[in-house]
Each structure stands twice: as structure tokens, then as C-alpha cells.
């Protein structure tokens, strides 16, 4: 069983405020995710770590900013929110053994909305 | 880049139907394809990993296929049931994971 969280689950802000979403994994897991999702569109990865002190920016260029400075700990902050950041947001964490079983185990999820 | 298209868009199915999803991608180049399922404001799980050399696996009512040289792979959920009500996304792993936009599935009771 994939033990990821992520919180808030659900978060409404007001334009220009600084917001950090939380992800946390409890699997040791060196590879973490984060990706934006539109409804109906598909999963667009913004972020990515393979591991404490890496990260780095994935295809859709993104306004956020990440760190991992624990293996189990990986922050999403966007400094000053807008009304385009309104999206929700996927955390995901993989155990690397090799590129042919590579898989990703999700958290649940936040649903951002910026007003 | 890589390309993952998913046909039907949506799919509803009276209880107990058979039925496929479809999965397309652009570049055959890849270490695996994974079929996910997603519940209404809920993340991702996986159901399904088909190793590149593999051409189908199973579980339980689920069994997905792969045909990497066409580029394609179906999801076949038998027997469905209304607790199979979700989102079906396929994803392809090559140098990272590509996501399509998924189909829908809605069962009637």
C-alpha cells in the first residue's frame, strides 16, 4: 500500500499571496513528482527530484518553485498566486528499479483555486 | 515529444457490458505502458504495467494489451460493474512518463 500525502487537500487564495503545498511519502522513495492537472487535460509534470538536494523543471514551464531536503518531504511554494495557477495538483513518488517496472504512486491530490 | 491519445473520450455502459478502452502513442520507444484509474478529485492508482517486451497482463477482470510497433494498447474490463465508474488514463514510460487525457467511464446500474 502507497503511502503519499499531500496537503491541503482543497485551498482558496486571493491573488498575489504566497502558498506552499505540501507532499510527503513515507516509502523511502528517491524519485518524487509533481504534476498539474486541468479537467480533461492530461497530467503535465512541472517538477521533479531524484533525490535530496536535485530537483529539477519538468515539460510544462511553471511559476513554482521545489525543494527536498528530506527524502520524504517534497514542497511545492509558488510565491505570489494567480488566478492561471487555479489547477489541481499531483504529488507522486517512484521506487527506481530500473526504467522497465518504473511506476508512480500518487496522493490524492490539491485542488488549487486562485481568486 | 511523445503523444498519448485515449479513444472514447467518455463510455457509458449498462452493468455488466465488456468492454475497451483505447490507448494510442506516438513514439514506440518506450520501457513500459501503465494503465491508471482515477476516482472524482482523488489522485492516481495504478492498475495495470505492461513491460515493453510483455504483450498483455491481467488482474482479475482487467487485461490490457500492448503492441509497441503500432503504438497502441486496449484496457478489456469484463463483466463491468458500477464500482468501475472512473477515469481510465494511460501513461507511457519512456525517458519519463507521459500521461493521456483518459476516458471517463460511466456504469449503469
Known amino acids: 500500500e502507497a503511502d503519499i500525502y499531500q496537503t491541503p487537500r482543497y485551498l482558496v487564495i486571493g491573488t498575489g499571496k504566497k502558498i506552499t503545498l505540501e507532499c510527503s511519502q513515507t516509502?523511502?522513495?528517491?524519485?518524487m513528482y509533481w504534476y498539474q492537472q486541468d479537467p480533461g487535460m492530461e497530467l503535465h509534470l512541472i517538477h521533479y527530484s531524484y533525490g535530496v538536494n536535485s530537483t529539477e523543471k519538468g515539460d510544462l514551464s511553471s511559476e513554482s518553485t521545489v525543494s527536498r531536503i528530506r527524502t520524504e518531504h517534497f514542497p511545492l511554494t509558488l510565491e505570489s498566486a494567480r488566478p492561471s495557477h487555479t489547477s489541481q495538483y499531483l504529488c507522486a513518488s517512484s521506487e527506481w528499479e530500473g526504467p522497465l517496472t518504473d511506476t508512480q504512486y500518487f496522493g490524492p491530490g490539491t485542488r488549487l483555486t486562485v481568486l | 515529444k511523445q503523444e498519448v491519445t485515449q479513444i472514447p473520450a467518455a463510455l457509458s455502459v449498462p452493468e455488466g457490458e465488456n468492454l475497451v478502452l483505447n490507448c494510442s502513442f506516438t513514439d514506440s520507444a518506450i520501457y513500459n505502458l501503465q494503465w491508471f484509474r482515477q476516482d472524482p478529485g482523488k489522485g492516481l492508482t495504478s492498475l495495470l504495467l505492461?513491460?515493453?517486451?510483455?504483450r498483455e497482463q491481467t488482474s482479475g477482470r482487467l487485461n490490457a494489451s500492448l503492441d509497441k510497433s503500432s503504438g497502441r494498447s486496449t484496457l478489456y474490463i469484463a463483466a463491468s460493474q458500477p464500482g468501475d465508474s472512473a477515469t481510465y488514463l494511460c501513461a507511457v514510460r519512456s525517458n519519463q512518463f507521459y500521461f493521456g487525457t483518459g476516458t471517463s467511464l460511466t456504469v449503469i446500474p
Open positions: 505492461i513491460q515493453s517486451s510483455q
Open positions: 516509502m523511502g522513495h528517491d524519485k
